[in-house]
């Protein structure tokens, strides 16, 4: 089974910092990776998939990258908005095995 | 818009079953696959196994094989989640969460519209 790891588990971050967040899979993937936010008590939301792509009405400020093992997820701005818990998840091998989250907090 | 809406909180005895609903609106729902994700207090996502509204069959994670049985009734636009032998670690919230895919093709795995939610509480 493919496992996914994020780092870091926990981060602080004022409005308006550059916050940049990395996801890596236990054997390539190619690129078949999505992140989702995640708000308390809410169900998650799909931000980016296909490593990079962008999903429909999310701000352009979220964007992804890599490739193989190894990703990142980068907020270029952030928003008061953008304080959540995100998840990483890899879709290569006919199941969706998700990393155990990076938490986005006020600093 | 894509709707997802789930039934109601649950609480269980210890060896019971529970059965959860998943009722979609806004699209075609035989034209998408769905799945179950679930996440304990606290934690993170598991993704519990897939089914294809259309033609029904179905696909587990082995860790849950014998114990849960996704099911859909195309008349209501309803797919449901049983889980038997509850255990304390089964309580969670339980999503219903659709597949980027349409049926035609293979299912994609990720997941681009969620239900709210259902929590189940395990406890004797």
């Known amino acids: 089974d493919i496992q996914m790891t994020q780092s870091p588990s926990t981060l602080s971050a004022s409005v308006g910092d550059r916050v940049t967040i990395t996801c890596r899979a236990s054997?390539?993937?190619?690129?078949?990776l999505a992140w989702y936010q995640q708000k308390p008590g809410k169900a998650p939301r799909l931000l980016i998939y296909k490593a990079s792509s962008l999903q429909s009405g999310v701000p352009s400020r979220f964007s992804g990258s890599g490739s193989g093992t190894e990703f990142t997820l980068t907020i270029s701005s952030l928003q008061p908005d953008d304080f959540a818990t995100y998840y990483c998840q890899q879709y290569n091998s006919y199941s969706g095995t998700f990393g155990p989250g990076t938490k986005v907090e006020i600093k | 818009q894509v709707q997802l809406v789930q039934s109601g909180t649950e609480v269980k005895k210890p060896g019971a079953s529970v059965k959860l609903s998943c009722k979609a609106s806004g699209y075609s729902f035989t034209s998408y696959y769905m799945h179950w994700v679930r996440q304990a207090p606290g934690q993170g996502l598991e993704w519990m196994g897939i089914i294809n509204p259309s033609a029904g069959g179905t696909s587990y994670v082995q860790k849950f094989q014998g114990r849960v049985t996704m099911t859909r009734d195309t008349s209501t636009s309803t797919v449901y989640m049983e889980l038997s032998s509850l255990r304390s670690e089964d309580t969670a919230v339980y999503y219903c969460a659709r597949d980027q895919a349409e049926v035609v093709v293979n299912p994609i795995y990720y997941f681009d519209s969620w239900g709210q939610g259902t929590l189940v509480t395990v406890s004797s």
């Open positions: 054997q390539s993937i190619s690129n078949w």
